[in-house]
């Protein structure tokens, strides 16, 4: 039975593999019958990628092909475009791989060679695939490929000490059992780091106490295993776990120091070296120094990060968006908006409207913050998909819009707004991700509105409040990061 997603599979195919797949379909066309009118499976392909969007069915492709052998055809036609995307002129091709997946495949493919050749060996093959395996296996060392290095030390132990005899089979047994536990060591290093990023970023599935015990634990473990094995890659997760837990203790300066390490040794290592990852380590660097309030250095490391990824990339975006908020926090809010427009024209927007919704409350934020807030007032109108969100950006977005309202007098809909508000906190509650910060701010706003929005410092209540929320060690302190870009209690603090 063939394989339900072929179809899927082959129509969503890049113009480059496309190209690729149809001369690889033409070359093995002309090898088996030059004469022959164009096979079956051209014919499928070329239909196929002409209709990237159809729900192709088994009756269209009958008809489009003259065949009833449907299955037969769509497994032959998918075996070619797999023949076709492990080529060498495609897997080493600089433009579209890196260079670490070129070694990989490379070794991955000569190992398949040597498995294939042992299997119908002869005397004139031996000592050439000694040499094929030698090579593999220092290759491999020279890039930490442990898995590599294992298969290819089993495939060696076996062909050269049933010839050798018992000695060497112990020796390279030795071997495999220290490349064994490297390979546990990188993969253990590597599944502690993506439990700790699907937490933060996706499912959060710890607690703050189980959060900073995973770190703590996993760099104690990484510590024993870095010992044993002088791997970098696990000296790599090591010092993302060390920063990390920096960090969360708020000592950015240390963060800031072990994230220089960390790009230090990816400079110096080629096993480790990927451009994704220097980007992400300076996009870090940019994070710490915003934590410092040293904005116009986490400018310059977020447009440095920006330099290690390709434009249409989310994680490009993602630096993007880290210089705006370093711009927006410098108070250089026209830098800071072009950021915003060049993140709305970026392609990663066609990902979710909640994203475009958020670039566009960065707009109104920085109409806010440069006093334009007739202009804040018409563009908030196509944020509100936010407002579908229960979290605090939803909560943040309903405070702002009182405060526009209150910045151009616009009583009514301030009272109006301000009850809506209170109904929605009292129904989610903190649960939702309203902090006792949001809390605090709908209580001090409600109090306003009992003097007409005008704050006096004669008004004890609020009084009280607005230090609440300026204080920079209370529960109720303004957090970098938070979706409230316009400081509240600095704004209310500014009308007196």
């Given amino acids: 039975m063939a394989n339900p997603h072929l179809i899927t599979f082959i129509q969503s195919l890049s113009p ?18 030059p004469q022959k009118e164009e096979a079956m499976e051209v014919k499928l392909f070329k239909y196929l990628v002409t209709h990237k969007k159809d729900n192709v069915t088994d009756e269209q492709i009958i008809i489009e092909t003259a065949t009833k052998r449907v299955s037969d055809l769509k497994n032959n036609l998918f075996n070619k475009v797999l023949e076709a995307l492990t080529l060498d002129k495609y897997i080493t091709n600089t433009s579209l791989v890196n260079e670490n997946d070129i070694i990989i495949f490379s070794l991955k493919k000569k190992l398949l060679a040597c498995k294939v050749s042992i299997r119908i060996v002869n ?54 059992k220290f490349y064994e536990y490297c390979v546990q060591a990188t993969f253990g290093a590597a599944d502690k780091y993506y439990r700790l990023i699907l937490d933060n970023d996706f499912i959060k599935t710890l607690s703050n106490a189980e959060v900073s015990m995973h770190i703590t634990n996993s760099i104690k473990e990484m510590e024993i295993d870095y010992k044993k094995t002088k791997s970098e890659q696990v000296n790599y997760y090591l010092h993302i776990f060390r920063f990390a837990l920096f960090e969360r203790q708020k000592n950015y300066a240390k963060a800031i120091e072990q994230c220089n ?31 410092l309030g040293n904005y116009a250095a986490a400018v310059k490391e977020a447009r440095h990060a920006q330099k290690y990824y390709q434009e ?4 490009y975006a993602i630096s993007k968006e880290q210089e705006f908020y370093a711009n927006f926090c410098n108070e250089n809010y026209s830098d800071a908006n072009k950021c915003v427009v060049e993140l709305l024209n970026h392609s990663t927007i066609d990902t979710g409207e909640f994203r475009k919704s ?34 605090r950006w939803n909560v943040s977005i309903r405070i702002l819009t009182i405060m526009i309202f209150i910045e151009l007098n616009k009583i009514n809909e301030a009272f109006t707004s301000i009850e809506s508000l209170r109904k929605h906190v009292e129904r989610t509650g903190k649960t939702d991700g309203i902090s006792e910060r949001d809390i605090l701010i709908v209580k001090l706003l409600r109090e306003l509105e009992k003097e007409g929005f005008e704050y006096s410092e004669k008004n004890a209540n609020a009084s009280k409040m607005l230090k609440q929320l300026s204080d920079k060690d209370s529960k109720t302190a303004w957090q970098h990061y938070s979706s409230e870009l316009i400081k509240f209690h600095e704004w209310l603090e500014s009308k007196k």
């Fill in 16 to 33: 480059i593999e496309v190209r690729l797949v149809e001369d690889h379909l033409n070359k093995t066309q002309a090898l088996v019958d």
């Fill in 123 to 176: 005397e004139g093959k031996t000592e050439a695939i000694h040499e094929l395996l030698n090579d593999i296996i220092n290759k491999a060392k020279e890039y930490e490929l442990y898995d590599i290095i294992v298969e290819a030390l089993i495939l060696k132990k076996y062909f050269k000490g049933i010839r050798f005899g018992l000695k060497d089979f112990d020796k390279i047994n030795e071997e495999v």
């Fill in 261 to 291: 390490k960390l790009i230090s040794i990816l400079e110096k290592n080629k096993a480790i070296y990927r451009k994704e990852r220097m980007g992400s380590a300076f996009t870090n660097l940019s994070s710490f120094k915003i934590q």
């Fill in 312 to 315: 249409n990339s989310l994680n």
């Fill in 358 to 391: 958020k670039f566009i409350y960065y707009q109104v934020c920085t109409l806010f913050a440069q006093k334009n807030f007739s202009g804040a007032l018409r563009l908030l109108n196509e944020a509100l998909e936010i407002e579908k969100d229960k979290s």
